[in-house]
């Protein structure tokens, strides 16, 4: 498109959430991946897709040459969302009200892919190049932690100067320059069963343990660091006459620094029964590394800023997200790393998730002089 015009900007991001992609759903991922394919061969670019079969959509990577060959720009974006199939044909039906659009994943993140490309697009259409090479990384398994993807995200940022995510923005669509880390734990304890009547005392009860290792696991929030842990979800026990076998629980831990991770993790890993005769396992779970802003990232978002207020449009300022993106795993390696370029909106993973239609074409724009100006 030449011109970037809010209508047509509209219509590019319908085109990806007119297509349901829970994360599960690899059929369903790997349309929107056939889509993303389409769009870069559009523009000149070679496409390769990585199978994440059977557990997960294809990764999708597009390269765009630039007008140097220098170490480029890595664009992250995903494909899936957490809105299972028949979110569209109910409860999230695809729609506008003033300037709101709604729809299952507008938010998180299939407006910022759509504005990605189209800003790309944009350029092609004018004959112009980006200044570095583009490679536009599209991910199957974003909303689940990354597990097949995030070894494909480090190689290939490896690769590159500068990350670039179009994670939805922050509050009135402030830039993201640091984000924690997130860590899950699953706990495990293992009783002795016993009649709750005649034979309790000869019982062990794995939920009365595990519910003292709840409390011992919400201790260890500390808000003056911004470090909390959740117990999420736990489980236990079969009849309530009998003294229960089993317990589980999950743990969701958010952690600012890597020493707090470091420290959590020794805390957690450390944990003993109180009772010595009921059993507790304590094993890690995905992890996303927390990203903190260096002098880089403070210049990418500096710059960022300043080509926002010479389109018009001044980004909020800046945030750091205590939820995690793709971008964790990329900062967390030193290559600067600006996220939060998508869309401005709300309700991720909601039904009433939407985007602003208004800012779309001076988000678009952003988006297009980073390509245009970037290395620094």
Not at 70 to 79: D, N, Q, V, Y
Not at 164 to 174: A, R
Not at 246 to 263: F, G, I
Request: aromatic share 4%; proline share 7%; net charge negative.
């Amino acid at each position: 498109m030449k011109t970037l015009e809010a209508d047509a900007l509209l219509s590019a991001v319908n085109e990806w959430v007119a297509i349901e992609s829970p994360t599960l759903d690899v059929e369903g991922v790997n349309r929107v991946g056939t889509l993303a394919a389409r769009l870069i061969g559009a523009m000149g670019g070679s496409v390769e897709r990585i199978s994440g079969a059977p557990d997960f959509g294809d990764i999708v990577i597009g390269r765009i040459a630039g007008e140097t060959e220098a170490p480029g720009i890595l664009l992250l974006g995903h494909m899936d969302t957490v809105h299972p199939v028949g979110t569209l044909a109910g409860p999230l039906p695809m729609r506008v009200e003033g300037d709101r659009a709604y729809g299952p994943g507008i938010y998180d993140m299939k407006g910022g892919n759509a504005m990605a490309f189209a800003a790309l697009a944009h350029l092609h259409a004018l004959g112009k190049r980006p200044r570095l090479p583009v490679t536009l990384m599209m991910i199957p398994d974003e909303e689940v932690g990354s597990p097949f993807s995030r070894v494909h995200i480090e190689a290939e940022a490896r690769r590159h100067a500068i990350v670039l995510v179009v994670e939805p923005s922050g509050e009135g669509g402030k830039l993201t320059i640091a984000r924690h880390g997130i860590a899950r734990y699953f706990l495990k304890t293992t009783g002795i069963p016993a009649h709750a009547g005649a034979y309790h005392a000869k019982g062990r009860s794995a939920i009365r343990e595990m519910a003292r290792q709840v409390l011992a696991i919400e201790a260890m929030t500390d808000y003056a660091r911004n470090v909390t842990l959740n117990v999420g979800t736990i489980r236990g026990g079969t009849h309530e006459n009998m003294v229960p076998l089993h317990a589980e629980a999950h743990v969701y831990c958010l952690v600012p620094l890597p020493e707090d991770e470091r420290e959590v993790r020794e805390r957690l890993m450390a944990l003993k029964a109180v009772d010595p005769d009921v059993k507790l396992e304590v094993t890690p779970g995905l992890y996303r590394p927390s990203f903190v802003k260096t002098p880089d990232i403070q210049k990418l978002y500096d710059h960022a800023a300043a080509l926002a207020r010479e389109i018009g449009y001044p980004v909020a300022g800046e945030r750091i997200a205590g939820g995690g993106s793709d971008g964790n795993f990329t900062g967390a390696l030193g290559i600067p790393t600006l996220d939060g370029l998508g869309v401005i909106g709300d309700g991720p993973h909601t039904h009433h998730e939407h985007l602003l239609v208004s800012c779309l074409v001076p988000r678009t724009r952003l988006l297009a002089r980073l390509f245009e100006t970037l290395p620094l």
